[in-house]
């Protein structure tokens, strides 16, 4: 029995008793009360009667493999070799990557409802709330070497905010891998955060895995514990079905990833300038213990950012540079 299994009886909306979910699971009530005990450490809201059961104070809709492979199209299933659906990871990239070590990975994608070592650029810890997020990873082989990845993963924020406008989300598009979405309080949070792993030759085949988290639903008292703004695509989206928003996400990325090695990050180029979050705004630049001000401009043709320092205007690449907007 697994937590997801446990889920999927409760979420039907009607109360359980621990004997009734025993046998239907075929375990003890005492493994049922342990396992009950872990969705409430979880942050899953329960609700207990005493004579009638338990059930979820809230729907909570699984990842379902079968579903979303059934809702791609033709040409999106083409393209798409593997699908992993898993209940929890250390990490959707790292699963990919092992892949690429076994010798498979490539057109693979991996689903997951909780990252118990999730991370962001630069080693960013990344948390979610269980089965409320949609963590995704896409394995991919390219020929062509590291130079023909730059700006991936600006392209793939365009993608993932061209996806989002289609359900009436606003997103917005922060240099080099951040989306944001504005908060009902005013500024704008954290949506999505975009991450892209690259191993093998520099100049020839390498292997790429990108990682995306967005944020689907965010509990008040989840966000609340989070040391920066952060947003969710039910705020503005509060219908939006988690499989389905998987579905055209990966209807997106898949061609994008097969041809961006043809095409480049130019295609992409005036997409993401038009979302560009921060265009004319004073912004510090973080190079490691060096913060230096500068005008945010827009993006070059091979995801470089522009911006105007003491006169001059210079580009930034990604690595280990950040940007902080200047209040």
Known sequence: MTIGDLIRLLSDGEFHSGEQLGEQLGVSRAAVWKQLRKLEALGIAMEAVKGQGYRLAEPLELLD??????????????YLSRLF??????????????????????????????????????????????????MLSLGWRVESGVASLEGLSLAVGVALAQVLERHGVEPRLKWPND?????????????????????????????????MGINVGLPPAFREGLDQPAAAV??????LSRNDLAVEL?????????????????AWQEAWNIRHAFAGYDVDILRGERREPAVAEGVDATGNLLVRMEGRLERLAGGEISLRVRP
């Open 250 to 266: 990966i209807e997106a990325l898949m061609p994008l990833v097969a041809h961006f090695e043809a095409q480049g990050f130019a």
């Open 234 to 239: 039910h705020d503005q989206a509060p219908g």
């Open 65 to 78: 493999g079968g579903r979303i492979v059934a809702g791609l199209s033709r040409e999106a299933r083409s």
């Open 179 to 211: 989306v944001l979405l504005e908060l009902p309080e005013g500024g704008l949070g954290k949506l999505a955060g975009i991450l892209v792993e690259v191993s093998g030759d520099a100049a020839g085949p390498c292997e790429v895995v990108i990682g």
């Open 85 to 134: 659906v898993e209940e929890t990871l250390p990490s959707s990239n790292a699963f990919l990557r092992e892949r690429f070590e076994q010798g498979a990975g490539h057109a693979e994608v991996c689903l997951v409802e909780q990252q118990t070592a999730g991370r962001g650029r630069r080693g960013r810890v990344w948390n979610t709330p269980w089965g409320q997020s949609l």
